[in-house]
């Protein structure tokens, strides 16, 4: 629901507040195509007739187009967009519903042995390849990848009462944080419920820790979720100067 962003989401759900003119939705997306990850389920909630509604006027909205009047209209699309070839699955899993139920609701649109997991507030520029060739490596039921957040304030690096480096946005010093950008193999739908409560990142996630089967992948890159509206001008702040770390496109 974004409800520290509510400035972007009194009227549309987190996942489409924009950032160049796009649902940072679609940046999260376009991350996982460009690593040839192209059929996506997408798990709705708070407002999701906002984002089924996008999908269901994109080719109109991406694309020049000529339509033909009569008692039966055709509409002949021209120039395509870069995301021909995407099957998007559009899935209610309820509005009051933890982040692991709706994995669980959603799991019938799951047809293969691993899928990927992440939330809609969050990009990177995470090598997703080297993500799923880690966890098949390691052998898990679940691997998370692992960041150092960046520091809401900046970094003085001083000598002899002189500043010698200034970093606005440095990433903190302490321990790894869940980053989102899960794989897991189908065995890990067997930790979850379709009750409301159960969310993701407890009795789900510690289950695999008691039973020796979450891995972590590193990822020391660039990683920034949009919890805030001074997150949501930073991110688009990178975006329009041209130096987004995560368009892998």
Sequence with gaps: MGTRLREETEYRPK?????????????????????????????????????????????????????????????????RHDEGGWSVTLADTGQQVMTGARIKRAARYLTADLFLVTYGDGVADVDLSALVAFHRERGTIGTVTGVRPTSRFGELVAADQRVTEFNEKPQTHEGLVNGGFFAFNRAFLDYLSD???????????????????????????????????????????????????????
């Design 15 to 79: 996942p489409m507040v924009e950032i160049g003119g796009r649902p940072i939705l679609w940046h999260i997306m376009k991350l996982y195509a460009a690593a040839g990850f192209t059929d996506f389920v997408l798990c709705l909630g708070y407002k999701g007739e906002v984002i089924k509604d996008y999908f269901l006027r994109y080719e109109a909205m991406n694309n020049d187009f000529t339509i033909r009047l009569g008692q039966r209209e055709t509409v002949e699309y021209h120039n």
């Design 195 to 249: 009750d409301p409560g159960c969310v993701l990142e407890r009795e789900p996630l510690e289950g695999l820790v008691r039973d020796g089967q979450l891995s972590v992948y590193r990822h020391p890159g660039f990683w920034q979720c949009m919890d805030t509206y001074r997150d949501h001008l930073y991110l688009n702040q990178l975006w329009d100067s041209g130096r987004a770390p995560w368009k892998r496109w």
